[in-house]
């Protein structure tokens, strides 16, 4: 099927399915097997019955398979607000089924976009109306715009949050102010690389890994975070096994010009250098750069870093840029310190830091996991 029959056939799916206030609509194996890489876009609310005004939508995805990866780069499924011009609300691959999203408003569009290679079998979900000042276990995120406010998980403080939830709060200040962020209490499902539940804090008004500030699980408090510009997004994930007490945190704008007296976390804003140990299982010679994957021993600061899982095995895509760069051999352990690109892919620059790495390494480099900078 060429570009041209898949949008036609796309659009004749979007006309024969008749929209009711709660509707079940699905993508499934035959159809994303088939779709080239142009988008098929399910608009809830133009053109079609929508939610009532005065109400908001809420999703939820009863399954997903789709192809998986660390940063959904491949086939996906985003989630906006309104239509693809506004704010996303997330971006969801693999089989990870996220919790209830809702809308700020009447309207939401779903689209997939799938690419001309793995397929899985596609998702399925369904909407409906809510007031948008609705209160129960799954519902949580919106849009805040007042001076100063806060934010919590669902059953806060008086029980745990429940198992697959995903919520998005979306923080607009003033043009000419800036938002500092600081959590009072935190405690996420702990792991060492935020895989399960997290907090993710972006920069902006959508999630966008590369505009991501940090990634926060366990039972300690982020350092206070202060916004580049008027907007902050936060997205709080649960899978659905363990669960925890869960977090408050507060927010408050606070002029552009920072007086000189006042301490600024300006840390919390810069890009973290990723370090790891690992071993070189594959090299190859492309176009005067060496392309390596390296196979994760231990990863003491992930910053960006797209990180690939097996079962248990976790590996990383390296490019060592130019020939006057640190080397990496095959069948070799090493720390590396390098640099992220957009992608996701480590960088190997002629200023990294290259070394072999031994057991005897392990306890000093595990102490970069406590350091701020």
Request: a positive charge; glycine letters at 8%.
């Amino acid at each position: 099927m060429n570009s041209t029959e898949y949008q036609e056939a796309a659009l004749a799916k979007q006309q024969a399915l008749k929209w009711e206030p709660s509707l079940e609509f699905s993508i499934t194996q035959a159809d994303a097997s088939t779709s080239s890489v142009e988008p098929l876009g399910m608009v809830v609310g133009d053109n079609m019955d929508s939610v009532p005004e005065g109400k908001v939508v809420v999703l939820n995805f009863r399954f997903i398979d789709l192809e998986s990866d660390n940063l959904c780069r491949y086939d996906f499924v985003d989630v906006y607000n309104g239509h693809a011009n506004g704010q996303r609300i997330g971006r969801f691959c693999g089989t990870f089924r996220p919790g209830s999203l809702v809308a700020s408003g009447n309207k939401m569009m779903v689209q997939m976009i799938s690419d001309a290679n793995t397929a899985g079998s596609g998702f399925m979900a369904t909407f409906s109306a809510a007031a948008p000042d609705g209160k129960g276990d799954r519902y949580c995120g919106g849009r805040l715009e007042k001076p100063s406010g806060s934010f919590k998980t669902p059953n806060w403080p008086d029980r745990d949050y429940p198992i697959g939830v995903t919520c998005v709060w979306h923080i607009v200040a003033p043009k000419n102010q800036l938002i500092e962020l600081k959590f009072e209490k935190f405690d996420v499902e702990r792991d060492n690389y935020c895989r399960y539940d997290y907090v993710a804090v972006f920069n902006g008004g959508e999630v966008n890994d590369a505009k991501r500030i940090g990634k926060f699980c366990g039972d300690s408090p982020p350092v206070p975070i202060l916004s580049e510009r008027n907007e902050l997004l936060i997205q709080f994930l649960s899978d659905l096994s363990l669960t925890a007490d869960g977090f408050i945190g507060h927010y408050k704008f606070r002029p552009k010009k920072i007086p000189t007296t006042t301490a600024v976390p300006v840390t919390t804003t810069l890009p973290v250098t990723p370090v790891l140990a690992g071993t070189v299982i594959t090299t190859v010679t492309r176009g005067g750069s060496l392309h390596a994957t390296v196979s994760i021993i231990s990863i003491y600061r992930e910053g960006n870093l797209a990180i690939q899982q097996a079962g248990k095995n976790m590996s990383v895509k390296l490019t060592v840029v130019c020939r006057q760069c640190p080397l990496l051999r095959r069948g070799l352990n090493y720390i590396i310190m390098g640099q992220v690109g957009e992608d996701g892919r480590g960088k190997i620059m002629p200023n990294s830091f290259v070394k072999m790495f031994k057991n005897k390494n392990q306890k000093p480099m595990n102490a970069l996991k406590n350091k701020q900078c």
